[in-house]
């Protein structure tokens, strides 16, 4: 993946974001311990010497924009995360903290955000129309636009309709921002379509497709240069390659696998049922280089496979050494699929201007 991003990072001049930054900033005791100094005396409106909840909500609203949550109010689900961040810093019960408590939370927080960067280097590119200059130039442009149209199915689609679809096909390889983010639809989408004035009757062929498409494409160009896109690309291949290096370490896997045992309940004779061998699974994704259950659809099929051929649902009670014989073999079947079939997932999001706030935590 870090080859992918690097070669990402060249082609349209992104900057990688892998967490190392905020990892040096917390491990550095007298940079870190200044950089809360600053922050704490910004929060302390009353100079009290402690943070109210008020007091702490810009914090918390700093820290829910950069995990990628919209603002608060947005959504039941994005709120329930701003109310866990929150409980974290006052323990779900304090009315005010101190400056030592708001350290080591913050602490915490920075370096599970340094670990998932790690993890997932996101890379930020800004997108000028350059590149997608390019593609139109390129000897690939016709045949790669071609077998686009032919994958699209609008049976009633005004060419419009086709050119804006073919948008939505490309990607940032290509030098296109994606094309169904609201912001590039509305600044830069519709605007080039607009300018072509096209004819709503005109019929739909491959000749005239691609010649609007290219006509399209190139008003684009003009668009992301007067307003270019800032996009974070993150790409991330499981290959097995996380999961086979964990089980060739016994003394490692011993141990992820005892933590995820305490996990999970046992009856009074120390026996586990066998329906919680996803929940452990999940507890040791981290250390296998695995996304969590119900993040990626495609790897949730093949953990889902693994679980049922090993019949996890069957509710038997097993005991612990079999529950963690059981665990490393379902590791096992689902390191054998990967590297048969490894699965990439891209995440393109174009980055809008910053939520205005009184508070500028995670600016270092």
């Given at each position: 993946m870090q080859n992918k991003d690097a070669e990402m990072n060249s082609k349209i001049g992104g900057k990688v974001m892998d967490g190392s930054d905020i990892m040096e900033l917390v491990e550095n005791e007298k940079v870190f311990s200044n950089f809360v100094d600053h922050k704490f005396q910004e929060l302390d409106r009353d100079?009290?010497?402690?943070?109210?909840?008020?007091?702490?909500?810009?914090?918390?609203?700093?820290?829910?924009?950069?995990?990628?949550?919209?603002?608060?109010?947005?959504?039941?689900?994005?709120?329930?995360?701003?109310?866990?961040?929150?409980?974290?810093?006052?323990?779900?019960?304090?009315?005010?903290?101190?400056?030592?408590?708001?350290?080591?939370?913050?602490?915490?927080?920075?370096?599970?955000?340094?670990?998932?960067?790690?993890?997932?280097?996101?890379?930020?590119?800004?997108?000028?129309g350059q590149d997608l200059f390019e593609f139109i130039s390129s000897p690939t442009f016709d045949p790669e636009m071609l077998t686009i149209f032919s994958e699209i199915e609008l049976p009633d689609g005004s060419l419009q309709d086709y050119i804006i679809k073919a948008f939505e096909k490309?990607?940032?390889?290509?030098?296109?921002?994606?094309?169904?983010?609201?912001?590039?639809?509305?600044?830069?989408?519709?605007?080039?379509?607009?300018?072509l004035r096209i004819d709503p009757q005109q019929p739909v062929s491959q000749e005239i497709f691609l010649a609007e498409f290219k006509r399209a494409t190139e008003s684009v160009v003009q668009h992301l240069k007067e307003q270019p896109a800032i996009v974070a690309h993150s790409q991330n291949t499981f290959d097995g390659s996380g999961i086979k290096q964990l089980l060739s370490n016994k003394f490692e896997s011993d141990k992820i696998l005892d933590s995820a045992l305490k996990s999970v309940p046992?009856?009074?004779?120390?026996?586990?049922?066998?329906?919680?061998?996803?929940?452990?699974?999940?507890?040791?994704?981290?250390?296998?280089?695995?996304?969590?259950?119900?993040?990626?659809?495609?790897?949730?099929?093949?953990?889902i496979k693994a679980l049922e051929m090993f019949k996890a649902d069957d509710g038997k009670l097993v005991k612990v050494d079999e529950f963690k014989k059981l665990l490393t073999e379902v590791l096992g079947s689902i390191m054998l699929q990967l590297q048969g079939n490894p699965i990439s997932v891209f995440v393109n999001s174009v980055v809008h201007e910053p939520i205005t706030s009184s508070s500028t935590l995670l600016q270092t």
């Open positions: 100079c009290d010497g402690n943070l109210s909840v008020k007091e702490l909500q810009p914090a918390v609203a700093d820290i829910g924009a950069a995990l990628g949550l919209p603002a608060q109010g947005s959504s039941p689900e994005s709120d329930h995360i701003y109310r866990e961040v929150l409980d974290e810093f006052t323990h779900g019960k304090q009315e005010k903290i101190s400056k030592i408590e708001f350290k080591e939370v913050l602490s915490d927080i920075l370096l599970g955000m340094a670990a998932g960067l790690k993890r997932d280097p996101v890379v930020i590119l800004r997108m000028d490309l990607t940032v390889d290509q030098g296109m921002p994606p094309a169904t983010d609201p912001w590039v639809a509305i600044n830069i989408v519709e605007p080039a379509l607009k300018s046992k009856d009074r004779h120390g026996k586990i049922s066998k329906e919680y061998l996803r929940v452990a699974l999940d507890v040791i994704a981290p250390s296998a280089g695995l996304p969590p259950i119900g993040a990626v659809d495609q790897m949730d099929k093949i953990t």
